[in-house]
């Protein structure tokens, strides 16, 4: 069957994309990292000031998913483009997505349909982390069966719950449609 994820040049392109990322979101006055200046990778409190400011946060788990879903759609352009290819195009999507999240209709809307009522954007450094999350989530999926992949997107979604009382599916949902049941559940404090 052949290799089916990312090689060098894969992981090479995805870091050039990275680059631009980064670029990107510093021109759209987001900032490097959290004002506290803590080299702190983690941050584990979903609903406090250091969330989307740190590397990686409980919503990092949101984007596992996204690659998940991005190696499934691009594996139908298997045969017309490499498996480093496909990877590079998954990584030059989510980095979109990432810049169009920290525009400012996205952010007003994400305060006015979500549990995220003080979200006022990501870092650059969580951006990132949110893009390696996705990456990853591909990258297992290229080397799992569907079954495995699967697995992973439930193990992702029970994780996220689990941490902040959210997920990818519900982020999609009250994202698309407001359901004031779930925003007020993920906003209590209830499990």
Not at 119 to 130: E, H, K, Q, T
Not at 166 to 171: E, P, Q, S
């Amino acid at each position: 069957m052949g290799r089916d994820h990312a090689g060098p040049r894969g992981r090479l392109l995805a870091l050039a994309v990275g680059a631009a990322l980064a670029g990107a979101l510093r021109l759209q006055g987001r900032r490097w990292w959290c004002r506290c200046g803590r080299p702190a990778p983690w941050v584990s409190d979903a609903r406090g000031p250091h969330n989307s400011r740190h590397l990686a946060d409980p919503y990092t788990f949101t984007h596992v998913p996204h690659g998940l879903l991005l190696y499934a759609l691009l594996r139908t352009l298997r045969g017309r483009f490499s498996a480093d290819s496909r990877f590079a195009l998954a990584v030059v999507l989510e980095a979109g997505w990432e810049v169009f999240e920290n525009t400012e209709t996205v952010i007003r809307h994400y305060r006015r349909t979500t549990a995220a009522q003080g979200y006022v954007g990501d870092s650059v450094a969580n951006s990132l982390g949110d893009v390696a999350a996705a990456a990853a989530g591909y990258e297992a999926a290229s080397r799992l069966s569907p079954r495995g992949s699967a697995a992973l997107f439930l193990g992702s979604e029970a994780a996220a719950l689990a941490m902040c009382r959210d997920c990818f599916v519900l982020n999609v949902l009250t994202a698309v449609t407001p359901m004031k049941a779930v925003r007020r559940r993920r906003s209590s404090g209830r499990r």
